[in-house]
């Protein structure tokens, strides 16, 4: 071959190589080109994101929750600092070793936290997801000087709700707990997320809305461990509002102690305006366990307890009134004109009615007695024969209109009716008639008839103010966390009892002496300094069988009868109402009236005056020898 062919064909296959290089080169940056639009064009914002994910953070700020106070200005519940540690899985990998270094630092095991994770599932690999909370100052410091070793794991402080007063008003305050998923779905609580405490019980529940507060939050960028570098921007949390309840937690303090050890409740009211000075309910609970947690046998020792702690007796207990009903059957008996002050019945200690034989409390009888005389003795033969004069229905008109078989309107979750029975309630109920017998029975407060201490409470400032029924208020005031008023409760009138100036002085005059007489039922609560008027009762929990003659306190304690006291003092110018009910503490003036008597000690001699002392006790001594 000459050489210029072979030149020729040199050039041919250089030419060939060169064309395949530039192929491929061209045929790369096509493919770079064609990634680089799917990444930044098609997939820019999700990859923006990422990126933006792994350098800048939003981290939550949770908002101050607003305090609580008593009437007097006294903190009741506050706020705490809590150390509670997170992980953010993106930062943790890998999550199974940093999740095994940790156990290690906290004392718990791995199981435990991977526990807590896979409750977690759905949440973002960049959200912290709490998996201890409330760590000690121990925990916290191991942590901290381990942290290079634990990527992904943050501390954050947090307040942590604080109940400064174990036990104490734990039925009125209430509690918090973690809001459920029901409960966030429902949408009644926006703004809130996963792992947030809410009110569940008590004025935590009821004033949620003001107490919550809102959430701020601050943007953060964070190096490649997660560690924060440097905070870019911060929108403040809003604290919750302080409320101020109506109680006085001197008064309350003294209840609760006085309540230790039975189950009952005690109730007072401010007579000229409804506001709750104590409400208790015994036995009680820390509600502290239901924000730090508590473990399976502490929960388990709740809901197993007979005594039902988690039960507001106060508001959610339905008892018998027993004879304290007698001030319905007086009223009504007075006012429709079928007793007056002269009406007189003797009382042999039982009454036939019928083919039965009704008994009553005092085996030998009262004697011949009056309207005055029945209510301080409560003498339940005048009282059969009163109800048997007015029928159930007009006994029943009567306590309707007195607030019982009825919610009273407190701010508490779950407020139990009561009963009131009518002719036709039982036919409705149970199919039979009413018959004449049971209205024997309704008109000493027993039968059908169910009230709480509340309602009893409620009552009972309503004839100490003249006839009034006011809303029980527990809440006194709404305040921003610099001071400024921004709600002031008022008293609310819910109705009035229908009765007469003459029959108002004739019940009272009858309360007054149940207390002040020497033969009196609750005599043994006498105050020389402080004139009580009120009224004890003792109702059945099971009807007792014609050949059971024990003693009441030989029998089973269950099947004891309850014991009940309500008042009000002083007398002349009442300014606390109160209800106490004891479960199977059998008679009202051995177990229910010595706690109103020193809850009213409590209440009113704090500023009763030295000259009021000494001009009471004369009056009384005077009283009591007249």
Known sequence: MSDKYLKTADADWYRQRI?????????????????????????????????????????????????IFDRNGDVLVENRPSFDVAIILKDARPVETTINKLSQHLNVTPEELQLKLSSSKGVSAYKP?????????????SIEAHKYDLPGIEVNVKLRRHYLNIQDAVHLIGYLSEISPGELAGGRYPGLRRGDLIGKFGAEKAFESFLQGERGGRQVEVNA???????????????????????????????????????GAAVAMDPASGRILALASSPAFDQNY?????????????????????????????????????????????????????????????????????RCWKKGGHGRVKIITAIAESCDVYFYQVGDL???????????????????????????????????????????VWQKGETLSVAIGQGFNLATPLQMASMTAAIANGGTRYKPIILESIKMPDGRLIYQNEPQIMGKIPLNEHALELVR???WEVVNSDRGTARGSRLVDIHISGKTGTSQVISRKKDDTRPENERPAHLRPHAWFVAFAPSDAPQIAIAVLIEHGEHGSGAAAPIAREMIKTYLRKDWPVNQIAKDKDNAEKNIRG
């Open 290 to 358: 239901f924000v730090d947690g508590m473990s399976h046998e502490q929960w388990d020792s709740l809901i197993s307890n007979p005594f039902r702690p988690m039960e507001n007796k106060a508001i959610q207990g339905e008892y018998p009134p027993g004879s304290t009903y007698k001030i319905i059957t007086a009223i009504a008996g007075l006012v429709e004109g079928v007793i007056d002050e002269n009406t007189e019945v003797f009382c042999p200690g039982q009454y036939r009615f019928g083919n039965r034989v009704y």
């Open 509 to 511: 005059k009858g309360l």
């Open 19 to 67: 064309t395949g290089v530039m192929i491929c080169v061209v045929a790369a940056f096509a493919v770079l080109f064609l990634r680089l639009i799917f990444l930044q064009v098609i997939r820019g914002a999700e990859y923006r994101l990422l990126s933006l994910n792994n350098r800048i953070r939003l981290q939550s700020i949770d908002p101050p929750r607003g305090l």
């Open 225 to 263: 461990n997660g560690r924060v570098v440097r905070v870019l921007k911060t929108v403040t949390a809003k604290p919750g509002q302080n409320i101020q309840l109506t109680i006085d937690f001197r008064l309350q303090k003294k209840a609760e102690s006085l309540l230790r050890g039975v189950a």
């Open 390 to 432: 007015l029928g159930v229905d007009r006994l029943a008109w009567y306590a309707k209109a007195s607030g019982l078989g009825s919610s009273t309107g407190i701010r508490l979750d779950k407020e139990a009716m009561g009963l009131i029975p009518t002719a036709a309630w039982k036919k409705k109920r149970t199919g039979i």
């Open 129 to 141: 997801i709490v998996i201890k909370q409330d760590i000690g100052r121990n925990a916290l410091a």
